[in-house]
Structure formats: structure tokens, C-alpha cells
């Protein structure tokens, strides 16, 4: 097997290690934290694809840069990250357990009701760097809904696996996964 993998996405070129995950699966790992060149030829491919929307939501940390550059574009005056834990500053939380393809493990994603707030009644966009299995995007936009808003899109850079598959997400490019024989 390489041990790289070619990605052309946006006008961006990247060779992205391909890393064991597990037993039977490895996967190309594209990490877009400190990528300014990819997260900014991106983040405008994306919004064109956009629907109207009122604010973004991602789930912490690697949608961060992607979400600030599309606001941005948007100009949008904020968006909302859905925290991995509980903070203590957190009044009233709404929490949610996923387990994705890279942490394997379960994490939680939280809420502040300061931000449940600012999603009830809004028309929400999900941003994402990966989506693959789309358990972290479902945990997402199952806060989105505990909090009162309609997810109008869900979109990311890559759609890795069988993810390309769906007619329910927004993405640029495919990403392949690399089973093990």
C-alpha cells in the first residue's frame, strides 16, 4: 500500500500520510488545523454551496478554522462550537455522546445555553472538516434540534468512505478509505 495519498481539493495539493486505525482499516489522515492555505481555498467553494442560513454550528476543534473562515464569508458575527466536555462556565448544558472513526472512544459534545439560545428558531449549517461514518455530524445536529433549530445543511470538505454516498450532506471532494486485506 502508499503511504501517501493524493488529495487536490479547491486548488490545494496535499500528501496525506495514510495511517492505521484499527485491525482492518487504515485512512488518509487530513488534519486542516494550521492549513490556512487549505482552509481559506475551501472555506469559498463551500458557501457557494450553501442554502441561506442564520448561524454555523461545528463540533470542537478541527471544524474551528473552517466554521471562522465561512462566518466570515458570510459575514456572519458569530458562530457556535459544541464543546467536548462540560465547562464550568456552561449554565443549563445540552449534551450529546458520539463515538467517531478517529477518536474511537466516546466523547461528548455540549452546549452552552447561551448558544442553545442563539440556535432556537434558526436556520443552521453544520460544518465539518471529514465527514465519514457521520455519527459526529448526527450528535451535532441532534443538539441542533435539543435546542430548537432546523438544520438546513450539513457540509464539510471531504466525504470519506461510503459518506459520498449520501444525498444529504454538502462536500468538495471524496476521500477513500484503505481497508486492510
Do not use: H, W
Not at 487530513?30 to 454555523?56: M, N, Q, R, Y
Not at 474511537?104 to 452546549?111: A, D, G, I, V
Not at 445555553?113 to 471529514?130: E, L, N, Q, S
Amino acid at each position: 500500500m502508499n503511504k501517501t495519498y493524493t488529495l487536490n481539493v479547491a486548488g490545494v495539493t496535499r500528501e496525506l500520510p495514510i495511517i492505521q486505525i484499527s485491525d482492518s482499516l487504515c485512512i488518509a489522515s487530513f488534519v486542516i488545523l494550521g492549513d490556512t492555505e487549505l482552509v481559506c481555498a475551501a472555506a469559498p467553494e463551500l458557501v457557494i454551496k450553501l442554502p441561506s442560513v442564520d448561524i454555523l454550528v461545528t463540533a470542537e476543534a478541527k471544524g474551528i478554522p473552517l466554521v471562522f473562515e465561512i462566518s466570515k464569508l458570510l459575514n456572519m458575527k458569530k458562530y457556535i462550537v459544541a464543546r467536548k466536555s462540560i465547562k464550568p462556565y456552561m449554565d443549563c448544558p445540552i449534551v450529546n455522546e458520539v463515538e467517531s472513526i478517529t477518536t474511537q472512544k466516546k466523547q461528548l459534545l455540549c452546549l452552552d445555553k447561551k448558544d442553545a439560545d442563539d440556535i432556537k428558531g434558526k436556520r443552521v449549517a453544520i460544518i465539518d472538516d471529514v465527514i465519514s461514518t457521520g455519527d459526529s455530524i448526527q450528535a451535532v445536529e441532534d443538539l441542533v434540534k435539543k435546542a430548537g433549530g432546523q438544520v438546513v445543511a450539513k457540509a464539510a470538505i471531504l466525504a470519506e468512505g461510503s459518506a459520498s454516498e449520501r444525498d444529504d450532506i454538502i462536500y468538495l471532494e471524496e476521500l477513500p478509505l484503505f481497508p486492510l486485506k
